[in-house]
């Protein structure tokens, strides 16, 4: 009997782990939902751009459209995978890199990091490889996109404001 309470109490606690793993996902998806919407700003070189978010598939996913200057819009893809938020971003590059987030210790950041991708030539081919997306409050956000291209950084910010 008490071998029985002692595997019950694991099995408790294990699941409340996950339950909480869990939540603490969701409320990272959340917190990118919010972003539905409209913005506009300016990039790292000072040009203006505007960038779309917004829920699709019953709220399953979040669609990040990117409308910069010339042809190469660029989108991404959130969703969820179990306890596993993820990002597939669809690149000028050619290819489409996947990166899982955390929530940055404020909670007010989401930081992707790289996991793998699709239509990439070799591993050190040129890549996004990391976001942060910074969410001060519900009408401002930056997001710091780092593109790794053979061993070498090139990071691109937006500064954004909701559009009126």
């Known amino acids: 009997m008490k071998a029985f309470r002692c595997a019950v109490t694991i099995a408790i606690v294990l699941c409340a782990g996950c339950a909480l793993a869990q939540s603490n996902t969701q409320k990272t998806f959340d917190s990118l939902k919010a972003l539905a919407g409209n913005w506009e700003g300016k990039n790292s070189q000072g040009q203006t751009l505007r960038v779309t978010f917004r829920e699709t598939a019953g709220g ?33 590059a050619g290819n489409q890199p996947r990166m899982k987030a955390t929530l940055a210790p404020d909670g007010k950041s989401v930081i992707f990091d790289f ?50």
């Open 115 to 164: 996991i793998d991708a699709t239509n990439l030539a070799s591993a050190d081919a040129g890549h996004m490889h990391h976001v942060v997306f910074a969410m001060p409050d519900a009408d401002h956000h930056t997001e710091e996109w780092t593109f790794l291209d053979h061993g070498k950084e090139l990071k691109e910010l937006f500064t954004l404001q909701r559009a009126k």
């Open 60 to 92: 399953s996913a979040l669609l990040s459209e990117i409308h910069g200057q010339g042809p190469e819009n660029m989108i991404s893809m959130i969703h969820l995978d179990g306890d596993r938020l993820l990002m597939t971003h669809y690149c000028g």
